[in-house]
T-cell receptor, first 109, second 115 residues
Framework: AQRVTQPEKLLSVFKGAPVELKCNYSYSGSPELFWYVQYSRQRLQLLLRHISRESIKGFTADLNKGETSFHLKKPFAQEEDSAMYYCALSGQGAQKLVFGQGTRLTINP | GAVVSQHPSWVICKSGTSVKIECRSLDFQATTMFWYRQFPKQSLMLMATSNEGSKATYEQGVEKDKFLINHASLTLSTLTVTSAHPEDSSFYIC???????????FGPGTRLTVL
């Protein structure tokens, strides 16, 4: 069964501090992993996907197949990073997404 | 960028009535759209995959006769909640796949409240 787990519902860090949002997944094949972000009063939008191997807004995420994790990291948090973050998975050859429960990130000034 | 709209943004209806929600891809064609449901403080749960010109594929546990999906054109999918009851009150979100980038773009959501 496909499953995405985000163990932290809430995460609060100070501006300038490093931030890591955890995501673990369960999937028997080779999944595609995503991070989506939802800023206050805005729609869900793609932040990054593992196949792109890119850094968006200073965030990076590395797929660790051994640990079945796809943690989202940023070395220096900014106040505008405060948002709801969802980790999601799609199965091999499929387009539909399975979402984690989400982590609300708050960056304190 | 690719934009997905939903209409209405919120709707209140009486129990037993039907409600139609529209999802449109504004500047691209989408052969595949998805419908999600989100309860307060919970994650998005996929309800069904909407395929242009064919029947929708529903996830396990989703009643196809209650949540009717029609994807009549490459830019429009509709979700009709039939004989709505208070437990159907939720936030319904659609998304559309843009073929060029294979990226899923989300609509702003529709808040349904059934009295």
């Amino acid at each position: 069964a496909q499953r995405v787990t985000q163990p932290e519902k809430l995460l609060s860090v100070f501006k300038g501090a490093p931030v890591e949002l955890k995501c673990n997944y369960s999937y028997s094949g080779s999944p595609e992993l995503f991070w989506y972000v939802q800023y206050s009063r805005q729609r869900l939008q793609l932040l990054l996907r593992h196949i792109s191997r890119e850094s968006i807004k200073g965030f990076t995420a590395d797929l660790n197949k051994g640990e079945t994790s796809f943690h989202l990291k940023k070395p220096f948090a900014q106040e505008e990073d405060s948002a709801m973050y969802y980790c999601a998975l799609s199965g091999q050859g499929a387009q539909k997404l399975v979402f984690g429960q989400g982590t609300r990130l708050t960056i304190n000034p | 960028g690719a934009v997905v709209s939903q209409h209405p943004s919120w709707v209140i209806c009486k129990s037993g009535t039907s409600v139609k929600i529209e999802c449109r891809s504004l500047d691209f064609q989408a052969t595949t759209m998805f419908w999600y449901r989100q309860f307060p403080k919970q994650s998005l749960m996929l309800m069904a995959t909407s395929n242009e010109g064919s029947k929708a594929t529903y996830e396990q546990g989703v009643e196809k006769d209650k949540f009717l999906i029609n994807h009549a054109s490459l830019t429009l999918s509709t979700l009709t909640v039939t004989s709505a009851h208070p437990e159907d009150s939720s936030f319904y979100i659609c998304s559309a796949i843009q073929g060029r980038t294979d990226t899923q773009y989300f609509g702003p959501g529709t808040r349904l409240t059934v009295l």
